[in-house]
């Protein structure tokens, strides 16, 4: 079972559900056309999705257009279930950067149907996840800058101050329906700029104060 670190301490976690927000930036909703919802949407990346630092992208056969989304990752070091806002920030262990992959262009094909589409999302390397610093050495999760470079050139330059709803709401939402436990980890959403990934590519996706991830595309 992989797990996930706390760098600078033994800490560890055996990761667990990964639980997606989608829709969390104003900008990114208006680049794909979307609707901007009057709740939060969530969907599930499974741990077999999780890649780390310096490993490899596999974009299916299936798809023809695969994107990246940078995000902040949030670290549950706690069970909880139907928290208060104001208690949320409570269970956090830590925060790292990841990359949530899509292939857009099944996602839309499946959107465009009604159906679910967990097979853009949830497939094999679709989740290239950095390693955690520890919750305390945050500052303000709500005021990092949040960016990605493919190959040198910027993609994504944004803040996680731009979340339209905030990690506390967003924990407290997401507790009402799953219990969260510890090894859980929430992506809160990305910022504009998401576009295609090619093979060859070199990925680095960087948040003041948690670090920063590379990846490359097989």
């Given amino acids: 079972m992989r797990q996930v670190r706390i760098i600078g301490t033994e800490e560890s976690f055996p990761l667990g559900k990964i639980v997606c927000v989608a829709r969390n930036y104003a900008e990114h909703i208006r680049e794909l056309g979307n609707e901007v919802p009057d709740r939060p949407v969530f969907f599930m990346k499974p741990a077999s999705s ?6 490899t992208i596999v ?6 257009d695969c994107q990246h989304e940078v995000e902040l990752a949030v670290l549950i070091g706690r069970s909880i279930k139907g928290v208060a806002a104001a208690e949320a920030l409570r269970a956090v262990a830590g925060y790292g950067v990841a990359i949530d992959l899509t292939l857009r262009d099944v996602q839309n094909e499946l959107k465009s149907k009604g159906l679910p589409w967990e097979i853009a999302k949830a497939f094999d390397t679709a989740c290239p996840l950095s390693d955690f610093v520890a919750a305390a050495t945050v500052r303000d999760p709500q005021n990092l800058s949040i960016s990605l470079q493919v190959n040198d050139v910027v993609r994504q330059d944004a803040s996680t101050a731009l979340m339209l709803r905030p990690l506390p709401e967003l924990i407290a939402a997401i507790s009402a329906i799953f219990t969260l436990e ?7 959403g990305t910022p504009a700029g998401v576009s295609r990934l090619h093979s060859g590519d070199r990925v680095i996706a960087t948040i003041s104060e948690v670090g920063s991830l590379t ?3 097989a």
Avoid: K, N, R
């Fill in 215 to 217: 990846v490359t595309v």
């Fill in 182 to 188: 510890p090894g859980d980890i929430i992506l809160t």
């Fill in 59 to 64: 974009i299916p056969a299936y798809s023809q």
């Fill in 50 to 55: 999780v890649i780390g630092a310096g490993e």
